[in-house]
Structures are given as structure tokens and as C-alpha cells.
């Protein structure tokens, strides 16, 4: 039986490079062998999978830029993933390894015209940084939907968790190696894109939820304001509270000591660093997601002092190069959070509960949210509560829908609102929209209508987060309309 299944196994792979072609690049690092996509409109595209953009990393230390090879590199299937924070987060069917600084490269099988080069976009995942990786959004539809519009492509995997954003504190491990990783992977892709016929000097960051919001930090920092020229940040601010604050570094501490690493910084790296991987997934169990946090993530970015010299928004954003930036929010962003798919965000709401969410229900999440502000929680009573309550029904879908604006101000509208304001006194160009569709297929029954967090991806990726591309026309004139958004930005900004 397993002779059969290795036999099968070995005519998939011979049919899957048969059935693309390959496609050769030489780049000064050495030449890099992928696959050729015959794209609906009769182009080719040219995939390259699991190109190495930094040498293997070691653990809680910045990736080292990947050495020249000799031969052919091959780059026909995705690299690993990197480790999520908790072992319930890997999917079966994919590979983990901490040996996971890969990218791939979508690029048009034309030659472009002029020396230039085509505009490049660089995706960077969302997954509150503690999950995601480049793999689930594959390559074909990158190719049908970006590709054969002559924009050079790229997604990358950084490290997550622990792995990517623990922190002493001090300048042992500051913290924010995801944020460098990212940075090593922009600086390859801007040192080797014109290899695979992209413009160096036309790198559009784009970013979702925890990749936006790192994005939006990137921009403020002098040690990544030269690798890309426009950004564009879907539902994701830095100024965001699950996003950048210092309590990682009390989660770290947390981290060690179930682990039993304990003494000075110092120490404390030493004895983690010689640990299994076994032992970490086995301490994440234990120590499971915060539930005093709004979406239970542990693991964050911070002021590190080197990435980010100073502890303020405003005056990196003062000092910080004007990068074009296009910023999207959905209308109903924690409505997918509120519906209970983490189980553990202070949010939401026991399945039960949903057609039977009350005033006193909302009464009481503000009280909480309120807690310690002189006057706050009538205000907040006044607005998600009264507010036009006499024009609308006041039912369980009236509460729910307060709820989720409520906290979506907190998260996602807010903190985005503050950083526009800033990005524009210090003269910066920003543009901002909102998403109101959404697919019916999957949303019309929904305790809570409306666009949730991360609506956008099934429309540019057709990877299906909580929301279903439905194709029906309104669908394809919606994706149509963002995805002209987000290339036309990448062109011209």
C-alpha cells in the first residue's frame, strides 16, 4: 500500500511540472528554475515557489541575507510555513519548519517594455501575527487576477509567535524579528525583482489585518523607508491595540517560565534556544490565547529602539518620508470576530446568545470598556445604544450591530481615523475607503450583516475567510472595481 501511494504520489508531481512548463531566471544570487502558467487571456506567466530570501534563520536573531548558490535552484512548490503561536493553528495539509524564510514570485511571461520594468506588489499576510502563511493563497488566481495586468507579484512568509515577535525588553532580544524578516525580504525582492522583469523603484507594500498594520509601521521606520515607494494597508494600523503596545514583553516572560527558562535576558535566550520545537507547542497548550485581550493574540510588535528609534507615532511619522498610502476599512469589521470564530476575543458572542443579544448584553460590554474613565460609559451608552434607537428596531440584530460598531471603533476604525489625521498634518497622501459588499451567499441568514474583516481577500485572492466569492454579477463588478484599486495604485499611486 505505501509502495502504491509513493508511486501516485511520484505521478502527481511528474504530471503537475508537465503540465506547467518550466520557466528560467538567472538572478546574481544564481538561476532559479520555476513553472510557466498559461494564463485565461493565452499569456504565460512565469512562478517561481519557495525562493529562499534569507539564509535558514536562527532562533531570536534577525535573518542574515541568503548566500549565492552554485547550479540551478529549483522553485516549483511552496517552501514551509512558519509556526503558528498554537499547535490547533497548523493545518494538516501543510509543512511547518522555524526554516521558513521563503517568497514567490508571480511574473508576466512578456518581457516588458523599456528598461523600467513592470510595477511590483509585495503581499504580506495577515493572522494577528501569530498565524498565516504565503502558501493558502497559492498562485494561479495572483496570476489571472494581478499578473496578467503586467504587475509583478510576490508573498512572502515571516516568522510568527514567539518565533517572530518575542521580546526581553532590552537589547538582548528587543522584539519585532517578524518586522525584520519582512524588511530582508523587501530588501531581496528590491536587489533581484528587475531579474524576473519587475521595477525595484515601483514596490507597492500591500498588507491585510496584522500585514497592514505592519506596513503602517514599516513606513514610520528609517531602516525600511527606502525598499518600497507606496503602501496600501487593508483593515490594519499600527496606532491599533492588538497591533503594536508593550505588553508582549510581559508575555514573553510568561512564555519563559513555563518553559523554565528563567535568570537575566541573557540566560533566558540561552536556554530557549536549545529547547525543541515540541516544548514550545506544548507550552502555548498551557498557556493558551489571552482572553483579557480583544482578540486573545499574545504576540505583537513594539517600540524596539532600532527599528523604531523613537517611542512616539507622531514624530516617526514627522520624520518618516511621505510613502502614497491607500487604506481600506469594512463596514462591519468584527462582525466575523463577534460570531465567535476565535472562541477567545472579549467580543463575541456564544452561538446561542445571537438571536437573543439584548440591551443589557451591549450594557454591559460598555460598562466594561468604560471602566476607569470618568463619564465615558454614558457617552458610549448615548451613541451605540440610543443613538436613532427610536428609527430602528430594537432587537437582537439592533444590539448585535451596535456591538459590532462598537467594537470595530476600537480596533480597526479608530486607531486608522487617528493615523489618517496624523499622515495628513505632517502633508502625506492618503487614501481612504470603505467597504460596504459582501457576498449574500454566506451573509444572509448572519445574525450581523455586513463586510467583515477581511471581505477583501475572496474578491483579490479568491481565498475564501469567512466570506464566499459568490460570481454572481455584483460580485464581479465589486471585484473589479478593488482590484482596479489596488493595481491603478501600484502604477501611478
Given at each position: 500500500m505505501r509502495l502504491l501511494l509513493a508511486s501516485l504520489f511520484f505521478l502527481f508531481r511528474f504530471a503537475f511540472f508537465e503540465l506547467f512548463p518550466s520557466a528560467k531566471v538567472?538572478?546574481?544570487?544564481?538561476?532559479?528554475?520555476?513553472?510557466?502558467?498559461?494564463?485565461?487571456?493565452?499569456?504565460?506567466?512565469?512562478i517561481f515557489l519557495g525562493v529562499p530570501y534569507a539564509e535558514p534563520p536562527k532562533r531570536f536573531e534577525k535573518p542574515k541575507p541568503v548566500t549565492p548558490w552554485n547550479g540551478r535552484r529549483l522553485a516549483k512548490e511552496f517552501g514551509p510555513s512558519c509556526y503558528p503561536t498554537y499547535p490547533w493553528m497548523m493545518d494538516a495539509e501543510l509543512e511547518f519548519s522555524e526554516d521558513c524564510l521563503f517568497l514567490n514570485i508571480m511574473a508576466h511571461g512578456k518581457p516588458p517594455k523599456g528598461h523600467l520594468g513592470y510595477p511590483v506588489i509585495v503581499w504580506i499576510h495577515g493572522g494577528g501575527f501569530e498565524v498565516?502563511?504565503?502558501?493558502?493563497?497559492?498562485?494561479?488566481?495572483?496570476?489571472?487576477?494581478?499578473?496578467?495586468?503586467?504587475?509583478?507579484?510576490?508573498?512572502?512568509?515571516?516568522?510568527?509567535?514567539?518565533?517572530?515577535?518575542?521580546?526581553?525588553?532590552?537589547?538582548?532580544?528587543?522584539?519585532?524579528?517578524?518586522?525584520?524578516?519582512?524588511?530582508?525580504?523587501?530588501?531581496?525582492?528590491?536587489?533581484?525583482?528587475?531579474?524576473?522583469?519587475?521595477?525595484?523603484s515601483e514596490i507597492t507594500v500591500l498588507g491585510g489585518s496584522a500585514g497592514g498594520a505592519s506596513i503602517s509601521a514599516l513606513t514610520m521606520s528609517p531602516v525600511a523607508s527606502d525598499l518600497f515607494q507606496r503602501a496600501i494597508c487593508l483593515s490594519g494600523s499600527?496606532?491599533?491595540?492588538?497591533?503594536?503596545?508593550?505588553?508582549?514583553?510581559?508575555?514573553?516572560?510568561?512564555?519563559?517560565?513555563?518553559?523554565?527558562?528563567?535568570?537575566?535576558?541573557?540566560?533566558?535566550?540561552?536556554?530557549?534556544k536549545n529547547l525543541p520545537i515540541d516544548a514550545f507547542m506544548a507550552?502555548?497548550?498551557?498557556?493558551?490565547?489571552?482572553?483579557?485581550?480583544?482578540?486573545?493574540?499574545?504576540?505583537n510588535m513594539r517600540f524596539d529602539q532600532e527599528l523604531f528609534p523613537i517611542d512616539s507615532y507622531e514624530r516617526l511619522l514627522e520624520l518618516s518620508p511621505n510613502v502614497p498610502m491607500l487604506t481600506l476599512i469594512t463596514s462591519a469589521e468584527m462582525g466575523v470576530f463577534i460570531m465567535n470564530i476565535l472562541d477567545f476575543c472579549v467580543f463575541d458572542v456564544e452561538p446561542q446568545k445571537l438571536l437573543s443579544y439584548s440591551e443589557s448584553d451591549l450594557r454591559l460590554v460598555i460598562k466594561t470598556v468604560a471602566a476607569g474613565v470618568d463619564g465615558l460609559e454614558d457617552e458610549l451608552v448615548q451613541f451605540y445604544i440610543q443613538r436613532n434607537e427610536d428609527s430602528e428596531l430594537p432587537n437582537s440584530t439592533f444590539y448585535l450591530s451596535r456591538l459590532t460598531q462598537l467594537a470595530s471603533d476600537i480596533l480597526f476604525n479608530i486607531p486608522m481615523l487617528q493615523e489618517v489625521e496624523l499622515r495628513i498634518k505632517y502633508e502625506g497622501r492618503v487614501y481612504v475607503g470603505l467597504e460596504e459588499y459582501f457576498s449574500r451567499v454566506?451573509?444572509?441568514?448572519?445574525?450581523?450583516?455586513?463586510?467583515?474583516?477581511?471581505?477583501?481577500?475572496?474578491?483579490?485572492?479568491?481565498?475564501?475567510?469567512?466570506?464566499?466569492?459568490?460570481?454572481?454579477?455584483?460580485?464581479?463588478?465589486f471585484q473589479r472595481q478593488i482590484l482596479d484599486a489596488v493595481v491603478s495604485f501600484s502604477k501611478t499611486g
Open positions: 538567472q538572478t546574481k544570487l544564481g538561476e532559479i528554475e520555476g513553472l510557466r502558467y498559461r494564463l485565461q487571456n493565452g499569456h504565460f506567466a512565469r498565516g502563511t504565503s502558501t493558502i493563497y497559492g498562485f494561479q488566481r495572483i496570476a489571472e487576477n494581478f499578473v496578467s495586468q503586467h504587475v509583478v507579484f510576490v508573498t512572502i512568509n515571516y516568522r510568527l509567535g514567539p518565533f517572530g515577535f518575542f521580546s526581553t525588553g532590552d537589547d538582548v532580544v528587543p522584539g519585532n524579528l517578524g518586522l525584520w524578516d519582512q524588511i530582508q525580504a523587501l530588501r531581496f525582492v528590491k536587489e533581484t525583482i528587475a531579474d524576473f522583469g519587475g521595477n525595484p499600527s496606532l491599533s491595540t492588538f497591533a503594536m503596545n508593550e505588553r508582549v514583553v510581559s508575555e514573553s516572560r510568561l512564555l519563559s517560565r513555563f518553559l523554565e527558562c528563567n535568570g537575566p535576558s541573557e540566560k533566558v535566550i540561552s536556554c530557549m507550552a502555548f497548550e498551557d498557556i493558551g490565547p489571552a482572553k483579557d485581550r480583544p482578540l486573545g493574540f499574545r504576540y454566506d451573509r444572509d441568514e448572519a445574525a450581523i450583516p455586513g463586510a467583515y474583516h477581511g471581505n477583501e481577500l475572496c474578491y483579490l485572492f479568491e481565498d475564501q475567510f469567512e466570506s464566499v466569492f459568490d460570481g454572481r454579477l455584483e460580485s464581479r463588478l
